[in-house]
């Protein structure tokens, strides 16, 4: 979020595992004030000792593949395995535009990314470090599913409520018995929460408002969404829980360290 000190940052990481969260996610942006989630997770996971490290999304295509493939095998080893990489195209051509990489094509660059991950954490340089983190592939499209089957390990869902994560992960599933894959695919998802007085409440909306403004009037359907009490967050967690969802991530919509607490309590209960 615009205005997060980066110290802020290592300080969430160690809260949540104080209090028993299993993971801490980030989000990746180019054109926007924040940092970088490569760089962010390896903070995080020198600060820690338990917590999951996961990327929800990095938009793979305006990344260097072998760049991104050592740093993640870095930030996996640096932290003892935690890190679970997910990996999307992004909805935004501002990124793209910023960096003169062309939208055209994205999706076949991501596929041919997702197998030079796997190349490249095989090679004896690497492999050494680490056999690469858990990888994680979103998308809506019938493509993105049969991408994530192919070559990740499971699928993340962009948010929305929990029906809707019910029919992606039934898509999810489909892909992954078509394909012959053994198990069924790990489902990951992700919502936004601000707790406190209505001034929180407010500062949490106008953030979702300016983040998702380039949907659109949608954009205020999505900070609508934001979970904003705590009978919201238990809810939308028994909800997720219910629809088959094995990590869900809540991301703040407010930087201010007390929302650890706030939401810790709000899922007491679940």
């Known amino acids: ?53 996961v990327t929800m999304v990095v938009i793979g295509p305006l990344r260097n593949n072998a760049v991104l493939a050592k740093e993640a095998a870095s930030i996996d080893a640096v932290s003892g395995g935690r890190l679970t990489l997910g990996l999307a195209v992004g909805a935004r051509t501002e990124d793209y535009t910023a960096l003169g990489i062309s939208t055209k094509g994205r999706g076949d660059r991501l596929t041919e990314q997702l197998l030079d991950l796997r190349l490249f954490w095989e090679r004896d340089e690497v492999a050494y470090l680490t056999r690469g983190p858990r990888l994680l592939v979103g998308g809506a499209s019938d493509v993105s599913f049969l991408r994530m089957a192919r070559y990740a390990d499971g699928y993340v869902h962009g948010g929305g409520p929990p029906r809707t994560f019910v029919r992606a992960a039934d898509t999810a599933g489909t892909a992954w018995s078509e394909l012959d894959r053994i ?72 930087a201010e360290l007390d929302q650890i607490e706030l939401l810790a309590s709000a899922l007491a209960e679940v």
């Open 183 to 254: 198990g069924s695919p790990q489902l990951w998802a992700q919502g936004y929460f601000a707790l406190g007085d209505a001034e929180t409440i407010a500062r949490g909306r106008a953030y979702m408002r300016d983040y998702y403004a380039f949907t659109g009037p949608f954009a205020e359907r999505i900070a609508e969404g934001m979970l904003a009490t705590p009978q919201a967050v238990a809810q939308f967690v028994r909800g997720y829980a219910e629809a088959g969802c094995d990590e869900l991530v809540l991301f703040p919509a407010v």
């Open 1 to 53: 979020m615009p205005g997060t000190a980066a110290s802020l940052l290592v300080e969430w990481a160690r809260a949540a595992e104080e209090r028993s969260f299993s993971s801490v996610g980030v989000v990746d942006r180019i054109v926007y004030e924040c940092h970088d989630p490569m760089t962010t997770l390896a903070a995080a996971a020198e600060a820690t000792e338990r917590i999951g490290l």
